[in-house]
C-alpha cells in the first residue's frame, strides 16, 4: 500500500462515526425530519382527524428528542474542542 493509498485522517475526528459525509448525511436527516415533524404538528393542531393525533404525536416528537438528543451526546459532542 502506498502511501498515496491511505486514507486522509477526517478534519473532525470522531470515535462513533469517522466519516465525516456520513456524520453530515445523519445530522441533516434528523434535523429535516425533527423539522417537518414539528411543522406538521403545528398545521394538524386543531384538525379533526380520524385518529387519535395527541397519541402518535407525543410518541413521534418524544422519539426524535431521543434520536436527537443521542446523536447530539454520542456523534457530535466528542467533536467539540476541549
Given at each position: 500500500m502506498s502511501h498515496l493509498e491511505e486514507p486522509?485522517?477526517?478534519?473532525?475526528?470522531?470515535n462513533?462515526?469517522?466519516?465525516?459525509k456520513v456524520r453530515r448525511a445523519l445530522g441533516v436527516s434528523l434535523y429535516i425530519v425533527?423539522?417537518?415533524?414539528?411543522?406538521a404538528a403545528f398545521v394538524l393542531a386543531g384538525v379533526d382527524l380520524p385518529i387519535d393525533l395527541d397519541f402518535w404525536a407525543?410518541?413521534?416528537l418524544g422519539g426524535?428528542?431521543?434520536?436527537?438528543?443521542?446523536?447530539?451526546?454520542?456523534?457530535?459532542?466528542?467533536?467539540?474542542?476541549?
Amino acid at each position: 500500500m502506498s502511501h498515496l493509498e491511505e486514507p486522509l485522517p477526517s478534519v473532525t475526528p470522531n470515535n462513533v462515526i469517522r466519516d465525516p459525509k456520513v456524520r453530515r448525511a445523519l445530522g441533516v436527516s434528523l434535523y429535516i425530519v425533527s423539522l417537518l415533524t414539528g411543522v406538521a404538528a403545528f398545521v394538524l393542531a386543531g384538525v379533526d382527524l380520524p385518529i387519535d393525533l395527541d397519541f402518535w404525536a407525543a410518541r413521534i416528537l418524544g422519539g426524535i428528542a431521543i434520536l436527537s438528543g443521542g446523536f447530539g451526546l454520542g456523534v457530535t459532542t466528542p467533536n467539540v474542542p476541549r
